[in-house]
Nanobody, 116 residues
């Protein structure tokens, strides 16, 4: 069973930055696609960013140019650098892993709150 543990969320003022981390428990990490999704109260879960095993990235339209996804295969960790935060970015951010056999796992989520 793969476990994903997110960290790095918190309360930040508009315009601020955070770095979210997600550490996976198994070494299949390097062959897996990773992603970040978010869900705000009363809204559906939405794509934030994804990164494939070979490092190709994709971003949701609302975060392009502000957020950056990266991965460290040696540490089994995926990161999300979030800059120029806006109140609309307030949400629970979830880490996602898809194995080469297309099995999907989710983390428990980390809260990001953007407020002055």
């Amino acid at each position: 069973q793969v476990q994903l543990v997110e960290s790095g969320g918190g309360l930040v003022k508009p315009g601020g930055s955070l770095r979210l981390s997600c550490k996976a428990s198994k070494i299949i990490f390097r062959l897996s696609a990773m992603g970040w999704y978010r869900q705000a109260p009363g809204k559906e879960r939405e794509l934030v960013a994804t990164i494939t095993s070979d490092g190709s990235t994709n971003y949701g339209d609302s975060v392009k140019g502000r957020f950056t996804i990266s991965r460290d295969n040696a540490e089994n960790t995926v990161y999300l650098q979030v800059n120029s935060l806006k109140p609309d970015d307030t949400a629970v951010y979830y880490c996602n892993l898809i194995t080469p056999l297309r099995k999907e796992y989710w983390g428990q989520g980390t809260q990001v709150t953007v407020s002055s």
